[in-house]
């Protein structure tokens, strides 16, 4: 009978363990930390007290059991993990896992505090792409003590609010185009009005304000209100209308009511609807209180001032109220709005319509003699005879389903629209030779004189070189 090394009880033949204390034969053993009693090396649990006296997330693992064969050859480790040969000693395998668990579990974490807050961000205007600018002003939520709301804010501003308002609360899907939106603050209260719009030239026209109100710190879609319009197309990009740095559209209080204020032009859409030529300017109020419209026509054509389009032309429903008298004074301010001078006055009338043609479209028709394959003319229209019969060549007639076009005997080719009534000079040859003119199968006007060989659509004014 052997004894053992650590409690000097007796050992019997062939035991691997002291039945006593539990210490290996010939080996080492713990002390529980809790009673003081030995317990075997590889114990999780002490078999005397049942005190937990190990687990496995613990930063050091069990002592391990040497086998007697591997006792002579083990070589001693240092205190920085490495043996007396200079190798690494491995880390155990439970602890490497361990580690590897929590790098991972951090990394998780951080990704997600991440991405949290980068929706905070965004969600809140910031970014390169700011989604809701509004929040730039006033900040988030209901906290108006630090952010107040402000008393104005731009229309870039308003329209992006806007816009994002349309497609969080899924307003979108009828075709229509998004226009721009003004802000107000009316009685205290936060509101901003939009405009959507539809140009069709098969189908008809329309435009849809939508009125968004505030609550809970956040843009709701409240009523549309929509208008149609038969004339034509709409047109209500703020750059092609001239009014990009301009306060429209915009919120104004006339006579104690408050109406949203709004600019648009409807172009004619002729070969589909056989409409009037003209093309109308609209200047709009609607009311916020009963949702009605106050509006001001404008019927205008296109002119050339120095290289761009404007329009001219007169207002077709005078009325004598606080509402007209303020359009109409806006009207006065509209940068696309041609206000000529009493000689462009005298030159608009039809007995100086080949002047004025020569004028317009004199450095124009140049362009294609010297070789430029497609110019845009101005032309004119009339409401009233430009020649007499005594001045145009009967013999030269050409026409179409919409165009009569005659040449006069001073070299002037005229043409006159049998649906909208309206006269208007396509060519003047500043040679006095008569041009020969004929229709195209595409509909065109073709003229060939001396200096110059062309094709012209009358609709848009696109001569084309032969």
Not at 152 to 157: L, P
Not at 416 to 440: C, G, L, M, W
Request: aromatic fraction near 8%; glycine fraction near 8%.
């Amino acid at each position: 009978m052997d004894r053992c090394k650590e409690c000097g009880s007796e050992i019997r033949n062939g035991s691997e363990r002291c039945d006593k204390c539990g210490a290996t034969v010939g080996g080492r053993t713990r002390r529980c930390p809790e009673c003081g009693k030995h317990i075997p090396p590889k114990s999780v649990f002490c078999p005397h007290c049942g005190k937990m006296v190990w687990n496995d997330m613990a930063e050091d693992e069990p002592p391990q059991p040497e086998c007697e064969e591997n006792k002579e050859t083990a070589t001693k480790q240092e205190p920085n993990g490495t043996s007396e040969t200079g190798k690494e000693h491995p880390r155990p395998k439970q602890q490497r896992r361990s580690s590897r668990n929590r790098i991972i579990t951090t990394i998780l974490v951080i990704i997600v505090l991440c991405g949290a807050a980068y929706a905070l961000y965004d969600w809140g205007g910031g970014g390169d792409n700011t989604t809701n600018p509004y929040m730039t002003l006033t900040g988030t939520g209901t906290d108006t003590t630090t952010h107040a709301e402000p008393e104005r804010m731009n229309v870039v501003e308003a329209t992006g609010i806007y816009g994002n308002t349309l497609i969080h609360d899924n307003r979108i899907g009828d075709k229509s185009v998004q226009g721009s939106a003004a802000y107000a603050l009316l009685k205290g209260r936060p509101l901003i009005i939009g405009i959507n719009f539809f140009s069709g030239e098969k189908q008809r026209s329309f435009f849809k304000l939508t009125m968004l109100y505030k609550e809970d710190g956040r843009w709701h879609c409240g009523k549309d209100v929509m208008r149609y319009e038969d004339g034509g197309t709409i047109e209500m990009n703020r750059d092609k209308l001239k009014i990009a740095g301009e306060n429209i559209p915009r919120f104004v209080q006339i006579d104690g009511k408050n109406y949203f204020y709004f600019v648009y032009l409807v172009k004619p859409a002729e070969k589909f609807l056989g409409t009037a030529a003209n093309s109308q300017l609209k200047l709009m109020l609607f009311n916020i209180e009963s949702s009605d419209f106050v509006h001001l026509d404008y019927e205008c054509e296109p002119v050339m001032v120095n290289g761009m389009t404007l329009y001219y032309g007169k207002i077709t429903n005078q009325r004598e109220t606080p509402e007209f008298a303020f359009l109409k004074d806006e009207l006065g301010k509209l940068p696309i709005v041609h206000h000529p001078s009493p000689q462009e006055i005298e030159m608009a009338a039809p007995t100086n319509a080949s002047r004025k043609w020569v004028t317009d479209n004199d450095s124009i028709i140049n362009l294609l003699r010297n070789g430029k394959q497609e110019v845009t003319l101005a032309l004119t229209r009339y409401n009233s005879p430009l020649f007499s019969r005594s001045e145009v060549d009967m013999d030269t007639r050409a026409a179409t389903e919409t165009y009569i076009y005659y040449v006069t005997h001073g070299g002037t080719v005229f043409g006159y629209n049998h649906i909208t009534k309206k006269f208007f000079i396509a060519y003047v040859d500043d040679r006095s030779s008569q041009p020969q003119i004929e229709i195209n199968s595409d509909g065109t006007l073709h003229v060939k004189a001396p200096s110059v060989d062309f094709d012209l659509d009358p609709s848009t004014g696109k001569a084309t070189l032969n």
